[in-house]
């Protein structure tokens, strides 16, 4: 029933919810479901405005975001597109910010009117000061010479922080064939 509500939510429907379900045995042992579903309206997305940008400017987050003025209202696309936590390589824009320095960065949708079935969007950006890397170590290791590990590491003290370069690093260190890929972890 989740993903039932999941689906019109995908596709503008933002208040739609089940008034009932049940479960119907037929004579040929099958089963029928009947949900009583109320849609509600469909929603679009109205202007959306960054706040809070100083390193990028409003075109260029504008074509990461790929949401334009009248689309179809979908917060799960939404979230993708500012943070895709279902891949630490994403085009969004969370992973804009990070690639360049800005591991403390923070970037928050938030709906500021819905007249009309039309919401109008602020994304809310803190972008922070840049880090770089102090200090790079490796520990745990008792597989090869620390050397053989070093050469892989794509990430130097004195660096700007960049997340594309960690996940290539670990990535890097799982294809060398001495680690389980899922235990390496950077922190």
Known sequence: LGHVIDFY???GY????ILSDSIIYNDDKTISLEIDVIEGDQYTFGDITFIGNTVYTNEQLNRLLRIRKGDTYNGVELQKRIAD?????????TNLYQNNG????????????ADGNVIDMEIRISEGKPAYFNSVTVTGNDKTNDHV???EIRTRPGQLYSKAN???TVRELGQLG???AQEIAPN
């Open 9 to 11: 939510k995908e596709n």
């Open 14 to 17: 933002r208040d739609a919810r």
């Open 85 to 93: 936590n279902s891949k630490p390589d994403a085009a969004d824009i």
């Open 102 to 113: 800005y591991l403390f960065s923070s970037i928050n949708p938030v709906e500021v009117s």
């Open 149 to 151: 590990i070093y050469r």
């Open 166 to 168: 960690v996940v290539r």
């Open 178 to 180: 001495f680690f389980d």
